[in-house]
Each structure stands twice: as structure tokens, then as C-alpha cells.
């Protein structure tokens, strides 16, 4: 089974292409929809944040409140490498049990959403990496527009992530969202189309006898 990963910047359109690749029939996981999760009231990582930050980072109803920690991690470099070393670990270990599981009922390759894969130095462990790309500045137009934001917010929040340049080298795959939702979609289906081959391909290596 082929382990793939997505990856890219803040709005670079990265949820609509894995929604994409999802309707064609490949399992996929959100590491946003596991935070959700981690951040649920009474967790483990909820307590865990508690302790660290402050009780005020938690709402009364005992979930992580997003946004007041959102807030200080992104002006504040240390918070933001304290509470990555609660979360990322726990992501990572939702993903690769979930990852296991699929390979268990014989899929051909999966695709698992990761916003901050290359900042983690977690790409290593998946076999291709697809970042979905756009220009910085409508990255910046994107993420003011979509969260109410001031242009100088949205580009320090941009700033806590790596350039979107330096993702694109190292992707094995490139979706370009800059353009229409439909030029968008014709890019996905054609590396799913490369990617499906290759599934299969590696199903075929999997059943064939070792020598």
C-alpha cells in the first residue's frame, strides 16, 4: 500500500483536494479532524494544555479553546514548539494506527492530510508527499479574507509555517490551486490516475512469491 501525504500552506486549497481525492473512492484522514478530536473536553490533551498554558485555554465546557491558544502560539515561537510536542506525537500515532488499518483491508494507497508534514520532518515516512501550491500572496489575500484578518496577521501566520516555495521542492507532486476550482480538479484526478497505477502496482509486488 502506497502511504501518501498532503500537504501545503495555510490556504493553499488543500481540504478541497483531498475532498477530491475522496470522492474517487481513496480513504483519506484530516490531521485537523484528529486535533478536533485531541482537543475534545475532558482529553488527555486538553488537561495536558491546561497544565501548560493556563486554565483560561480551556472553555468551560473543558475543550481547547482554539482560537486564545491559536493566538499566543502564533506570536510566541516557544509556546508554539511546547504545545507541538503534546500534539504532533499524538497525531502521528492516529495516522500510522489508521494507516495500518486500511493496509489491512487491502487498500491500494491513502492519503493522509498533514498541514505541517515537512515542519514536523515527518515526510519520511510516506512514500509520496503532494503539496497543494498557490502564491504567497494569495495565500496572504486567502487567509485575510477567509478568517477576518489584517494583511500583516495573515502574513504572521504565514510566517509560522515554511515558505511555500520550499514545499514545493520537495514534493514528489504539485497541485497548482490558483487558478479555477475545475483546473484544480483536472490536476487531482490526474495524479490520483498516476497514483491508482501505482497502487496497484505495489498490490501486485505484495502478492507476488519471494523468490
Same mark, same amino acid.
Given at each position: ?6 500537504t501545503?500552506?495555510l490556504a493553499?486549497?488543500? /481540504?478541497?483536494?483531498?475532498?477530491r481525492? #475522496?470522492? !474517487? +473512492?481513496?480513504?483519506? *484522514?484530516? =490531521?485537523d ?8 473536553p ?10 501548560l ?8 465546557g ?17 509556546a508554539?514548539?511546547a504545545?507541538?510536542?503534546i ?8 495516522? /500510522?494506527?489508521?494507516?495500518?488499518s486500511q #493496509?489491512? !483491508? +487491502?487498500?491500494?494507497? *491513502?492519503? =493522509?492530510e ?8 515527518r ?5 509520496r508527499v503532494?503539496v ?25 501566520r504565514?510566517?509560522?509555517q515554511?515558505p ?18 475545475v483546473?484544480?480538479?483536472r490536476q487531482?484526478?490526474? *495524479?490520483? =490516475? ?9 498490490a ?8
Open positions: 500500500m502506497l502511504r501518501v501525504a498532503l501545503g500552506g493553499t486549497g488543500k /481540504s478541497h483536494v483531498r475532498r481525492i #475522496a470522492s !474517487r +473512492g481513496v480513504p483519506t *484522514v484530516d =490531521a479532524a484528529i486535533v478536533h478530536e485531541l482537543f475534545a475532558g482529553s488527555e490533551t486538553s488537561r495536558d494544555i491546561a497544565g498554558f493556563g486554565p483560561e485555554m480551556v472553555e468551560v473543558g475543550a481547547v479553546d482554539r482560537r486564545t491558544l491559536g493566538a499566543l502560539v502564533f506570536e510566541d515561537a516557544e508554539r514548539r504545545l507541538e510536542a500534539v504532533h506525537p499524538r497525531v502521528y500515532d492516529r495516522i /500510522s494506527r489508521w494507516m495500518s #493496509a489491512a !483491508r +487491502g487498500a491500494g494507497w *491513502v492519503l =493522509a498533514i498541514p505541517l508534514l515537512f515542519e514536523t520532518r515526510e519520511g515516512e510516506f512514500d503532494i497543494a501550491a498557490c502564491s504567497p500572496e494569495e495565500q496572504v489575500r486567502r487567509v485575510a479574507e477567509r478568517d477576518g484578518l489584517s494583511e500583516s496577521a495573515a502574513r504572521a504565514l510566517a509560522a515554511w511555500i516555495a520550499k514545499k514545493t521542492e520537495r514534493a514528489t507532486d504539485v497541485i497548482d490551486t490558483s487558478g479555477s476550482l483546473e484544480t480538479d487531482v484526478d490526474a *495524479v490520483c =490516475a498516476a497514483l491508482d497505477e501505482l497502487g496497484r502496482a505495489a501486485r509486488d505484495t502478492e507476488r512469491p519471494a523468490d
